[in-house]
């Protein structure tokens, strides 16, 4: 009875409340009808296209978004900042994707993850969007790093690639032309650190970290030797060239070329040695030329492919990060405009002169803007024409962990280079068996 | 006697705080078993494929998951053994009576109120190679002509996380102790004192047995906590070098979040789980037969 009661005095005044304010009423309806219904219609909403990138790389493509945004109309690109470390950058994009339903259409990815995305099925393929004749103007390495099981999946934005930096200043006082061998580079240093001219010969990255890996391919390249086989999925660790490649590493260190400390140098740590001229070669990636460029040995060095041993080519670790389509969007096409826009030759310019980073389309190298501005990227052309990739396999990170865990057991004399090597060579094919 | 409708309305009462502990104790524990069971990685395509115990297997021949379980082991007990001893020690000059307690209060409390990651990194400064201020007061004391690399070795990164965790979480244990220090009467040192016990005797016979309950309690919290480090050493050494101070945590995290094998993170989660479980049962039963 209570109930019953409640609901017509309820009812009651409901109807009172309409009448009263039936004015108010229609006018709500008429709003929410426009708004629902008839306003999309006439102006279109914008599609969100959302990517995740580190806040400073974010703010330097700042620009590019404005210009992308200004000339699509129908679609508004979007970068969510994220933090400055690309291993936390990674972890989101992971945790977004195994989540599900992901915020990120356009994904911008280091080259290492590219392997891994694939296979877990989070990239959408883009063979077919990119014709063969667009495929021709980017470096062949550096597209090969965005393929998984022979499907395109990344399209390059930036490319990266390690190279010799030396004191040409130092060489020419002692009567040296740049060291083409390893040999050359220890004689050469040892002779320079005899002199008095400088502290240390050679530093590299030897930290326990990403960077090792990468400083070794490199190595392992200029002495003939390979990590992982993608095709085959054999791995070369346990061969003598390979061995052979740690056993320099040894030596730059026994022979005190290099610090005994440059076994926790990661890029920051060598790139200050060389710029207050404590070391006359370094090997890094090329955002050091214009820092280097700004310090005390401004104009007194240079830059050249990694040496290698006798009777063989040098190699340049390929790094670099490009765009891929997260399978959970909703709008791939407009995400592919978003990339083709980036990956297009004016963005690609207008970035590289606004921040020297390193295009991904070869004939960028020596365009005559970039040169005016940058006069050693026909020699840096050079350098990522030699480029050699990271194995592109999807179980990368844990092949790379094995390998720095006894590398950097190996440089720090916990372990012999053979010992080291053998166990890391096991475990790998331990790893691509499973 | 609780009648059959008092009971179901008890049981009725207590069902929303079951179902949230069921969700997020029980739920998660039961799913890293089940999914223990089970390969799911980018072999299979992210897919669950049955094994049956061969993540089990697999652990008994993997090298880096012994290496992280002995690492983390070495950490907790050297770490809680300090930590136990030097809170004692600040929490019997804390509940003595002098000027300016108060703030010395608040002050030791200051460490662990610290974001770990935060004072890992001001740890890692503290201990670099170049620019830290061990190697500056050593240098300047005269006892070494070159700079230690504390990060680099594995020993002595070892002792450079202990030296930061016993920093940040001895002011826990002094906390705790201090409220059990407390609690005991003054009378029980008096009556003591009068028979002709010395201090050291009060200590052994009279603070530490009416300490224990507190002193068990800390040891539990501290050994399940310093058994799941990860942010500290993630921040100062990240598992290096040569993955010498690699912990269990560090080693899951890695395994599901960066290599993507699901199964046998579930694995890993399962064995150290245990393994606590284990640890912590065995320190409360013998700290109970010392008790009695």
């Known amino acids: 009875m209570l109930i019953d009661h409640l609901i017509s005095k309820l009812n009651q005044s409901c109807w009172k409340l309409f009448k009263t304010q039936r004015w108010f009423f229609a006018f709500l309806a008429l709003v929410l ?10 102006t279109q909403q ?13 703010q330097q493509l700042q620009p590019l978004v404005n210009k992308f945004n200004q000339q699509h109309p129908d679609i508004k690109f979007q970068i969510v900042e994220a933090p400055s470390d690309s291993n936390q950058v990674e972890d989101l994009y992971t945790s977004s994707f195994l989540l599900g339903n992901s915020p990120y259409d356009v994904v911008y990815m280091d080259i290492v993850w590219t392997p891994k995305f694939a296979a877990a099925g989070w990239l959408r393929n883009l063979s077919d969007r990119l014709s063969a004749e667009e495929a021709e103007q980017y470096l062949e390495a550096d597209l090969a790093g965005g393929m998984y099981e022979e499907q395109l999946y990344r399209l390059p934005f930036r490319s990266d690639a390690g190279m010799l930096y030396y004191r040409q200043d130092l060489l020419e006082q002692a009567g040296y032309e740049p060291p083409e061998t390893f040999d050359e580079l220890l004689k050469i240093s040892q002779d320079l650190q005899q002199q008095g001219l400088a502290d240390w010969g050679y530093v590299w990255q030897g930290k326990q970290y990403e960077g090792l890996a990468a400083m070794f391919v490199e190595i392992l390249q200029g002495n003939g030797a390979f990590w992982v086989n993608p095709d085959t999925l054999e791995v070369g660790l346990d061969r003598p060239e390979a061995i052979a490649a740690v056993e320099f590493l040894r030596q730059t260190i026994a022979s005190n070329v290099s610090p005994p400390g440059v076994t926790t140098y990661a890029e920051e740590e060598t790139r200050l040695l060389f710029q207050n001229g404590q070391t006359v070669f370094l090997r890094n990636w ?3 030329y214009n820092l280097a460029a700004e310090s005390a040995i401004a104009e007194k060095y240079s830059i050249k492919p990694m040496v290698h041993a006798v009777g063989k080519g040098s190699g340049a670790t390929l790094g670099g990060w490009g765009l891929g389509i997260s399978t959970s969007t909703k709008h791939p096409d407009a995400a592919w405009q978003v990339i083709k826009f980036l990956s297009s030759e004016d963005a690609q310019r207008e970035f590289v002169l606004d921040t020297g980073f390193v295009p991904s389309r070869i004939n960028l190298f020596n365009d005559p803007e970039i040169v005016a501005k940058y006069d050693y ?13 990271r194995p592109p396999i999807s179980q990368y990170a844990q092949a790379s962990d094995i390998l720095q865990r006894y590398l950097s057991a190996a440089i720090t004399g916990k372990i012999s280079p053979e010992q080291a090597m053998q166990t890391a060579a096991n475990e790998t094919r331990n790893l691509l068996q499973r | 006697m609780l009648n059959k409708q008092e009971k179901l309305t008890g049981w009725l009462m207590l069902f929303p705080a079951l179902f949230i502990l069921g969700l997020v104790f029980i739920y998660p524990i039961a799913r890293a078993f089940w999914l223990s069971w089970f390969t799911e990685n980018l072999g299979t395509q992210l897919q669950p494929v049955f094994t049956g115990l061969g993540n089990y297997q697999r652990m008994l021949g993997d090298g880096r998951f012994w290496q992280s379980l002995w690492n983390t082991s070495i950490f907790t007990v050297v770490s809680v053994a300090l930590e136990l001893i030097l809170g004692l020690g600040v929490a019997l000059v804390l509940n003595k009576s002098f000027m300016g307690r108060g703030v010395v209060r608040t002050i030791a ?19 670099n190679d170049q620019y830290g201020v061990v190697n500056d007061i050593l240098f300047r004391l005269g006892l070494i002509d070159a700079g230690i690399n504390w990060l680099g070795s594995p020993a002595l990164a070892m002792v450079a996380l202990i030296i930061a965790d016993v920093w940040k979480t001895t002011p826990f244990i002094s906390i705790i102790l201090l409220a059990g220090l407390q609690s005991i009467s003054e009378d029980l040192y008096e009556a003591h004192k009068m028979d002709g016990a010395s201090p050291w005797q009060s200590f052994y016979q009279i603070t ?5 309950p507190q002193i068990l309690i800390a040891l539990l919290f501290r050994f399940a906590q310093s058994f799941g480090v990860f942010d500290l050493v993630q921040v100062m050494t990240g598992g290096g070098p040569a993955g010498s101070t690699e912990t269990v945590s560090i080693y899951i995290y890695s395994t599901v979040m960066r290599y993507l094998d699901f199964g046998y993170g579930a694995a890993l989660v399962v064995i150290t789980f ?19």
Do not use: C, H
């Not at chain 2, 409390?109 to 201990?127: D, E, K, Q």
């Open chain 2, 274 to 292: 245990l393994l606590l479980v284990l640890a912590v049962a065995t320190i409360s039963l013998i700290l109970k037969r010392i008790r009695t």
């Open chain 1, 33 to 42: 009808s426009i708004s629902v219904a008839i306003l999309p219609g006439v």
């Open chain 1, 286 to 288: 090329p955002y050091v």
């Open chain 2, 208 to 212: 530490l047995p009416l300490l224990m």
């Open chain 1, 46 to 58: 914008p599609i969100v296209i959302q990517t995740l990138i580190r806040a400073d790389e974010a």
């Open chain 1, 377 to 389: 990227y026909p020699q840096l052309l050079e350098v990522v024409q030699n480029s050699a990739l």
């Open chain 2, 109 to 127: 409390i200051i460490p662990w109120a610290l974001p770990t990651a935060v004072m890992g990194l001001a740890w890692a400064w503290i201990f």
